[in-house]
């Protein structure tokens, strides 16, 4: 009874709304400057780039700065990556492979650099989603669009200092190494990568479109700290989407024009932002509209498929991350799950 009480927690705000302005606000410098300018067909790009506000909210503002400036180099060069495999017209098995070995090595380097939120989900989100695109802009372009978008996002984060963010209230302790064996941080990527990769080729086979949707929702799941956590993570990471599914319905239902799209996708941003520490499900109904939104942007499409392919292809993820990480669990984790059968034995016989 406590995993499902737990599982609709929302505990209490700590000041969630200045990380949720902030991040918000990074998000919309350049896709508001875009609209004005009238291309908003390179919204993707920077968006992709004000991400990079996304890590190290509960860090210290010089920590911030480090991890910050670190997590945006990796965005741009996902968003080159995936820009130079759209323009040399890259089959979908290659963008898909690729992806997978991004997943690998990025969540390795996350790992390494102590980037928090952990793994790789936003390295694989940039490469899948750009190298799918039918004609995505110039490699020089989207990256210096993701690059510019990237350094608003570190300034904002310094900037946010005169508002207490990063200095009042309670501060999260950042290692100064990882801690992580060489062996561990190869069985992380390897992890990453095995899920990911499993996910994309049954995301393909499916004969559904963005097959990277599913390799994004494998990764969800092994980001997380702990078994239990992973897990909970994955069936938030469905429940979460396919609620956000009705909601992108709802929206798109409106004839919504540019500047509504974009409108929307600060908003949500800034929910999205508010609820993500506190219940991953939750989050997930505003996270979803965002991506499909920003995807919608980028290439408009068919609504009826774009969702359908949303919904199955966040179950097809989310079970090959569950699979992976319930198969490789650490002996630890094992032989926690091995004492708890007893105690699960006696639960149910009215602990008798």
């Excluded at 199955?312 to 569950?322: D, Q, R, S, Y």
Aim: net charge positive; charged share 10%; with cysteine.
């Amino acid at each position: 009874m406590s995993q499902v009480t737990e599982f609709f927690r929302v505990p209490p705000s700590q000041r969630d709304h200045v990380p949720a302005a902030r991040i918000a606000l990074s998000v919309a410098v350049p896709l508001l400057f875009l609209l004005v300018v009238g291309r908003t067909d390179l919204a993707i790009y920077a968006a992709f780039g004000a991400f990079t506000s996304i890590y190290a909210r509960n860090e210290p503002i010089r920590a911030r700065f480090k991890h910050q400036s670190q997590a945006g180099v990796l965005i741009t060069a996902c968003v080159m990556l995936g820009a130079l495999l759209s323009n040399l017209g890259a089959p979908e098995p290659v963008v898909l492979g690729i992806t997978a070995l991004v997943a690998g090595i990025g969540a390795l380097l996350a790992a390494y650099l102590t980037l928090k939120p952990a793994g790789s989900l936003f390295f694989i989100f940039a490469t899948g989603a750009i190298g799918s695109l039918p004609n995505a802009a110039p490699t020089w372009q989207a990256g210096l669009i993701a690059a510019v978008s990237a350094a608003l996002s570190v300034a904002l984060g310094l900037a946010f200092k005169y508002v207490g963010e990063g200095i009042r209230g309670p501060v999260m302790p950042v290692p100064e190494h990882h801690g992580l064996t060489t062996g561990q941080l190869w069985a992380h990527a390897g992890r990453f990568f095995l899920a990911t990769g499993v996910a994309g080729i049954l995301g393909s086979l499916s004969g559904l479109s963005h097959s990277y949707w599913a390799m994004v929702a494998a990764a969800a799941p092994i980001a997380a700290p702990d078994l239990s956590a992973r897990l909970q993570r994955g069936v938030h990471r469905v429940v979460g989407t396919l609620g956000g599914v009705g909601v992108t319905a709802f929206l798109l239902s409106l004839q919504l024009q540019s500047w509504h799209i974009v409108v929307f996708v600060i908003i949500l941003q800034f929910l999205a932002e508010l609820f993500v520490g506190r219940n991953y499900s939750v989050a997930l109904l505003f996270i979803t509209p965002l991506a499909l939104l920003m995807t919608e942007l980028a290439s408009p499409g068919g609504t009826s498929s774009l969702l359908q392919a949303r919904a199955l292809e966040t179950v097809i993820g989310a079970a090959c991350g569950l699979a992976v990480v319930y198969i490789f669990r650490s002996r630890s984790e094992r032989a926690a799950d091995t004492q708890a059968i007893p105690l699960m034995r006696q639960a149910a016989n009215g602990g008798k």
